[in-house]
């Protein structure tokens, strides 16, 4: 018998029914909605980067630069140790008669050892590590370029460098002015003619955008503008040591020195023509020395920044100290810049009226740039940080005066100076500055802020200096938590104290403040004597 055949039922409902559901799912999705807001947004916002209009920006990423250097050596490190460790297991296993009879007991003293090493490289000074990279650098190089930065070619030599590179009598000193298109073409030409009676000058300007050979595979972004790629004095600086190679007829080491961001690493980038060293905004980035083999016969070493010497000024503090190495106060640091630059000129610069204080200048500043803190008020402290970040950076405009007459430094003489330039083509080097000169496109006189250069920046070389100041600073702070205490349990003693009812008789009496007034002025004499032998620190090597 044939089957009926089954209609499906029909999805026709009511309008009142439709309309009903409707509502009912209008209401559910509301109070889904509810119940997220109040739990809170739990899909993480993407991060929309530091915006262009943010007042310190340039702070912003040298932070996030150096956090993340930080990140990739802690990275490196980790490695190293995991290969080691892969080695000596492959080691001990190739030797099984070196194996030890029990495997807990050499597993406790590796990790001992690793501990010992990783506490002592976490206590270590970070600024005695860099005295021995640099010492390491100058005693592997027979040539040593010391890097200056055009805008202060003065203050970025270091003198006790440079004698200890003289007293070597083997190497030679070579100065390189790099970021030569920040200061006007006169002042370049005007220091080249000044540095070359001591020494080789090369004009550099190195190049800002580079292929990084360890991210070759990434995708291509938007390619820069083609200013930032050229890079001037290559050739003339190349063909300088090639010709002093084949003088010497060997392959030779060159060494690069020089203060916190002058451009070493970018030197070495653009004669390498690829990202080999690590480059970025924040000051002393480099820590270890790194050699980077140009061709066959020369190679190129990098080394980490120069120490500055407390004993400078105020100005060189402010511009030769890394932030990643020692704390700098904006403040202070942006008011002993703004002290030395030309007055109308840093008003022209700024677009601000005129001031008569720094904090004032800060003010005023914070105001045009939109700088402000809670309530209103002008953030003076950010506008310093501003001010102290585009002085210590890369595309600030700038340049000083040089010196009208020629002095040589004290370590300097004829026959020293020809020692220098002894098995270097200076003829074709002066022809290539020329065309290095003519080629930069520097900025006008007048938009060019002037800026009065003290001195030579000192430079700490020895690691016995940084031991023998915190033995100081030691010595000094307990003499004075002792002269505190003392003051304290006197004055607890004066309180403390009781009229007696017999009184010494009157010979006494009058020869009681006679001894008091004497032990005391033997007891100041020996705290004074005690604290001139702790201050008496030899500081002669330093040229003020």
Not at 232 to 243: Q, R, V
Not at 284 to 295: F, H, I, S, W
Not at 501 to 518: F, M, N
Request: hydrophobic share 30%; proline share 6%; charged share 30%.
């Amino acid at each position: 018998m044939k089957r009926p055949k089954l209609k499906k039922a029909s999805k026709r409902m009511t309008c009142h029914k439709r309309y009903k559901i409707q509502k009912k799912i209008r209401e559910h999705h509301r109070k889904l909605r509810k119940e997220a807001k109040k739990q809170g947004r739990k899909k993480p916002r993407k991060d929309p980067g530091v915006p262009n209009s943010a007042p310190f920006k340039e702070a912003v990423l040298r932070e996030a630069e150096l956090r993340k250097q930080r990140l990739e050596e802690l990275k490196q490190q980790q490695k190293l140790d995991r290969q080691k460790e892969q080695e000596k297991k492959r080691k001990l296993g190739s030797n099984p008669g070196a194996r030890p009879s029990d495997g807990e007991p050499g597993k406790e003293a590796l990790g001992q050892c690793a501990a010992k090493n990783k506490a002592k490289s976490r206590k270590q000074n970070p600024k005695k590590l860099h005295c021995q990279e640099l010492k390491k650098v100058i005693a592997a190089s027979d040539v040593v370029l010391e890097v200056l930065d055009a805008r202060d070619p003065l203050g970025c030599r270091c003198p006790q460098v440079e004698e200890a590179i003289v007293q070597s009598q083997q190497k030679r000193l070579v100065l390189v002015l790099n970021k030569s298109d920040l200061v006007p073409k006169e002042n370049l030409e005007g220091w080249l003619n000044y540095l070359k009676q001591e020494l080789p000058t090369v004009v550099f300007r190195a190049s800002a955008s580079l292929k990084d050979r360890g991210k070759m595979s990434e995708v291509k972004k938007k390619a820069p503008p083609v200013k930032n790629k050229i890079c001037f004095g290559k050739d003339g600086l190349w063909k300088l040591l090639d010709d002093f190679q084949k003088t010497q007829g060997k392959a030779i080491q060159v060494g690069v020195i020089g203060f916190p961001n002058v451009g070493k690493s970018s030197i070495i980038n653009s004669l390498k023509q690829e990202q080999v060293c690590n480059v970025g905004v924040s000051m002393g980035l480099t820590r270890t020395m790194q050699a980077v083999p140009l061709d066959k016969q020369v190679t190129i070493i990098d080394s980490p920044s120069l120490i500055v010497s407390p004993l400078n000024s105020s100005t060189a503090l402010a511009l030769r100290t890394p932030a990643s190495i020692e704390a700098v106060k904006p403040l202070e640091a942006a008011s002993a810049i703004l002290s030395q630059a030309d007055k109308r000129q840093v008003v022209l610069k700024y677009t601000v009226p005129d001031y008569k204080t720094p904090v004032e200048f800060f003010t005023l500043l914070a105001q045009r740039r939109g700088l402000h803190q809670k309530g209103g008020s002008p953030n003076v402290e950010g506008a310093a940080r501003l001010l102290w970040s585009e002085w210590t950076g890369a595309s600030f405009g700038y340049h000083c005066q040089p010196p009208a007459s020629w002095t040589p430094p004290p370590y300097f003489n004829e026959s020293t100076v020809a020692d220098m330039k002894r098995g270097f083509d200076l003829e074709e080097l002066e022809r290539n500055n020329a065309h290095s000169i003519q080629a930069i496109r520097g900025p006008r006189l007048a938009s060019s802020v002037l800026f009065q250069s003290p001195c030579m920046t000192n430079g700490i070389l020895e690691e016995k200096v940084f031991e023998e100041s915190a033995k100081h600073s030691g010595r000094k702070q307990k003499m004075e938590d002792e002269g505190m205490d003392s003051d304290q349990e006197s004055v607890d003693g004066n309180v403390n104290e009781k009229p007696s009812d017999t009184s010494p008789p009157e010979e006494v009496r009058e020869s009681l403040p006679e001894e008091s007034t004497a032990g005391e002025q033997s007891a100041r004499s020996s705290i004074l004597d005690k604290t001139e032998e702790d201050d008496a620190y030899d500081f002669s090597t330093d040229y003020v």
